[in-house]
């Protein structure tokens, strides 16, 4: 079942603007992670918080996370056309022995050059 | 590190027949892998993992005996879709982890799969 829900569902923005993403999940979680996809491709992993973290820095990424809200936050600063590209989260947890992810349905956003 | 390969990037089938589709860890040993379905502008969806050496776990809804997955290797798993039909269309995608508790998953380019 889906777990992270991101808002908004598509954000089109100017090069050189910052974007926001947020996402939202039901459960308890060890950690969140975004992931971005290039369209019809795989997916890259960005950055994981934990849940005892409040913020992670990655580059041009900065991630919170919120658990009393339950509720996480990508921005991406100055962005560049080649971030366009569809983000999700995801939450993590142990099942069937193993670590699993569940995908929220992702932010398509456009950067216009 | 961590470079996932699928093959083939797309295939298209006709309805009945079978399709194949593997998906390889090249650079490190995946003990567990990870099957997803994603339909357009939708995201994506476990279908099964499978450790290696052992049976795959499906997730509740997915035919065990249509999406038959195989993970006889540390490097290598096979995902069959049998008698594929026109709703089996999709983009299926692979990931692998290091270990059974590794937290982050290197996932593969996807499949894209037709079948008329």
């Known amino acids: 079942s889906q777990q992270g829900e991101e808002d908004p569902q598509a954000l089109s923005i100017q090069e050189g603007e910052n974007a926001t993403m947020n996402c939202s999940y039901k459960t308890s979680i060890n950690n969140l992670q975004w992931y971005r996809q290039n369209s019809g491709r795989g997916l890259v992993h960005l950055i994981l918080?934990?849940?005892?973290?409040r913020e992670k820095h990655s580059g041009r990424l900065r991630v919170t996370l919120d658990t009393s809200k339950k509720s996480s936050s990508l921005l991406i600063t100055a962005s560049r056309a080649a971030d366009t590209a569809s983000y999700f989260c995801?939450?993590?947890?142990?099942?069937?022995?193993?670590?699993?992810?569940?995908f929220g349905k992702g932010t398509k956003l456009s950067v216009i050059p | 590190g961590a470079v996932v390969s699928q093959h083939p990037s797309r295939v298209i089938c006709k309805s009945g027949t079978s399709v194949k589709i593997e998906c390889r860890s090249l650079?490190?040993?995946?003990?567990?892998m990870f099957w997803y379905r994603q339909f357009p502008k939708q995201s994506l969806m476990l279908m099964a993992t499978s450790n290696e050496g052992s049976k795959a776990t499906y997730e509740q809804g997915v035919e065990k005996d249509k999406f038959l997955i195989n993970h006889a290797s540390l490097t290598l798993s096979t995902l069959t879709v049998t008698s594929a039909h026109p709703e089996d269309s999709s983009f299926y995608i692979c990931?692998?982890?290091?270990?059974?508790?590794?937290?982050?998953?290197?996932f593969g380019p996807g499949t894209r799969l037709l079948v008329l």
């Open positions: 918080i934990r849940s005892n973290e």
């Open positions: 990931s692998a982890g290091y270990s059974t508790a590794e937290e982050t998953q290197y």
């Open positions: 650079d490190f040993q995946a003990t567990t």
């Open positions: 995801a939450t993590g947890s142990s099942g069937a022995g193993s670590y699993q992810l569940t």
